[in-house]
Every structure is written in C-alpha cells, then in structure tokens.
Nanobody
Framework: QVQLVESGGGLVQAGGSLRLSCAASRSIFSILSNNVMGWHRQAPGSEREYVASISWRGITNYADSVKGRFTISGDNTKNTVYLQMNSLKPEDTAVYYC?????????WGQGTQVTVSS
C-alpha cells in the first residue's frame, strides 16, 4: 500500500506559477519497486488525463500540452514528487492527482484543485 497526499494547489492568474507536491508514505523511487511517479489532471466534464511522469531512473515525460511549461521532479529523501507549473493557462484548470504506478498496482492521491483565472 502507498498513501499519497497532494498539496500546493490554489487560484492563480494566467501566466503565473504554482508548485504541487505529492508526499508518499514510502520511497517514491526504488529499483525493487520499478515504479513510475506521475501527475494527472481532470477538468470538470472531462476525463482524467496524463500530465507528466518520472521513473526511478529519472526519465521524464510530458503531455504535449504542458511541455516546456511544467517540470516534474522527485526527492527520494523526502518521499516527495513535485510538479512545477509555469506560464499557467486557464485551460490548465483542473484537479491534479498524483499517481504511484507499479508493475502490478497503482495508487492515487485525493487530488488538489488548480484554478487559473484569465
């Protein structure tokens, strides 16, 4: 079992920045776990969509819609994954969820709301 708690969401004007944090109840990166940490988001009336991910090897991937604006990183000493979001747009408004994805199990946080005003 892995418990994930997101924080850092809020209301920001377009063009602004926010940093989301996801605190895990265990190591976020482990060769034994062979897991990937990720961020997803869900806007009202839409399906949950992939935003970014980072593997235990440090390999990062991003959705095209956020590439160049968002940066995912992790600190294994703090069991925390971050999502730095710059140049925010109104279309980035959504609930952002942290995900711990392992070979056989996935775990999700409860989400944190991000609202970008125009």
């Amino acid at each position: 079992q892995v418990q994930l708690v997101e924080s850092g969401g809020g209301l920001v004007q377009a063009g602004g920045s926010l940093r989301l944090s996801c605190a895990a109840s265990r190591s976020i990166f482990s060769i034994l776990s062979n897991n990937v940490m990720g961020w997803h988001r869900q806007a009202p009336g839409s399906e949950r969509e992939y935003v970014a991910s980072i593997s235990w090897r440090g390999i990062t991937n991003y959705a095209d819609s956020v590439k160049g604006r968002f940066t995912i990183s992790g600190d294994n000493t703090k069991n925390t994954v971050y999502l730095q979001m710059n140049s925010l747009k109104p279309e980035d408004t959504a609930v952002y969820y942290c995900k711990w994805a392992g070979p056989t199990n996935d775990y999700w946080g409860q989400g944190t709301q991000v609202t970008v005003s125009s």
